[in-house]
């Protein structure tokens, strides 16, 4: 009976593109953003503290990029890739650096996973239980083709000394052979969602683990992606739960329609519908989703409908379906930080902004213009 209520589904949503009040969906509403002005999108300001995690200097790594936050044992700590200059270099490794006074202020970076002759290693993410922090690495083999990795894992009860890499695994033993994305999503009924661009190549396909730690046990949901030769074209997505309990993943759209692309899962991420457009603007980047503890679904990333990584913003639903506020966190335009060096794919602007809903606050960590890691913070009790 669930297959053939999934099969139902999928029939219903392919019947068209649009996206209208009536389909489950996301949507924004009329009028809530202005794409006539470029560096704010007509959004109002929202209440924040922005500090810088890591900047570099003129003899250190330019390129900085996959900035991904989590809490542990009432401290903040934030991962990121590195490189000397360009994206996806040799030498790229993932460093981490931790805050003990809520991000206010943040350690000089240390190195977490580092690059080989045979492999360079880019952020995989956090799961953080009562008593262990587990660091998702990616593992990249410079000589694989098409161009694809796998995933390890590494993990400390201190913050301070950590296992030697071990591989995430599958449910059937095998080693989790594709790129994880950086913030599975833990149901409430212990079950953890995500996402894995599996080899070869890249292609996308959300997965689900009732281990909540993440090391072990993941199985792959139905889900049929759409095949663009060495990868999907729904690619690094991210997850909340709407007001109903039905899972949207939202993803970065490949063929360049610059809206985001959404699928629905009503059984905990077994069974997921065809990815289809919807009427979100998106600046074809990674973004962030997740919930608010009071069940407020958010969106955090560039809906600017274009190539440009600006202005930074919140978008936020009651129930999972229409967002109709949002807010600016931080300006395109004059307002965004001139770029210091050049490098291979380094992108102006806000790139790939993951967050974290801890004590209080929304904690969204990016990397500005490639290079800087900063951190964006806002008070829940001023999103109103």
């Known amino acids: 009976m669930r297959r053939l209520s999934y099969i139902v589904i999928c029939m219903l949503f392919c019947l068209s593109n649009q996206v209208t009040a009536q389909n489950p969906l996301p949507y924004i509403s009329d009028g809530l953003l202005d794409t006539t002005q470029a560096s704010t999108l007509g959004l109002r300001e929202a209440t924040v503290h922005t500090v810088t995690i890591f900047s570099p200097k003129e003899n250190d790594y330019h390129y900085a990029n996959g900035a991904v936050i989590?809490?542990?044992?009432?401290?903040?700590?934030?991962?990121?890739?590195?490189?000397?200059?360009?994206?996806?270099?040799?030498?790229?490794?993932?460093?981490?650096?931790?805050?003990e006074d809520n991000g206010k202020t943040w350690s000089s970076p240390r190195m977490i996973a580092e690059a080989n002759d045979s492999t360079y290693c880019t952020s995989g993410g956090w799961i953080s239980t009562n008593d262990t922090l587990i660091a998702f690495i990616n593992i990249w083999p410079k000589a694989l083709e098409p161009k694809g990795g796998y995933v390890c894992y590494k993990e400390t009860t201190d913050g301070e000394q950590w296992t030697t890499l071990r591989h995430v695994t599958m449910a059937d033993g095998s080693n989790m052979n594709g790129i994880i994305e950086q913030d599975p999503t833990l149901l409430t009924s212990g079950r953890l969602i995500g996402a894995v661009h599996f080899q070869p190549g890249l292609h996308l396909q959300p997965v689900y683990s009732d281990d909540p730690t993440g090391r072990s046990g993941w199985h792959k949901g139905h889900f049929d992606s759409q095949d663009m030769g060495h990868q999907s074209r729904e690619l690094e997505p991210s997850?909340?739960?709407?007001?109903?309990?039905?899972?949207?993943m939202v993803f970065r759209d490949q063929k360049g329609t610059y809206c985001k692309l959404a699928s629905m899962s009503y059984d905990e991420g077994e069974n997921w519908t065809p990815a289809i457009k919807t009427n979100i603007p998106d600046a074809r980047v990674k973004q962030s989703a997740g919930n608010l503890p009071d069940g407020t679904a958010f969106l955090v990333g560039c809906p600017s409908g274009n190539k440009h990584r600006y202005p930074l913003a919140l978008l936020l639903s009651e129930d999972g379906r229409c967002f109709d506020r949002g807010y600016l966190l931080r300006e395109g335009g004059t307002k965004l930080p001139p770029q210091q060096w050049s490098g291979r794919y380094k992108t102006l602007g806000y790139s790939y902004p993951k967050s974290l809903v801890f004590d209080g606050r929304l904690y969204v960590a990016y990397s500005t213009n490639k290079?800087?890691?900063?951190?964006?913070?806002?008070?829940?009790?001023?999103?109103?």
């Open 70 to 99: 989590t809490a542990f044992k009432g401290k903040l700590y934030c991962m990121w890739q590195r490189s000397v200059t360009d994206e996806d270099a040799p030498e790229t490794s993932v460093v981490y650096s931790m805050s």
């Open 239 to 248: 997850q909340y739960v709407c007001r109903d309990g039905a899972l949207v």
């Open 371 to 384: 290079e800087t890691v900063e951190l964006t913070i806002i008070d829940l009790s001023t999103l109103r």
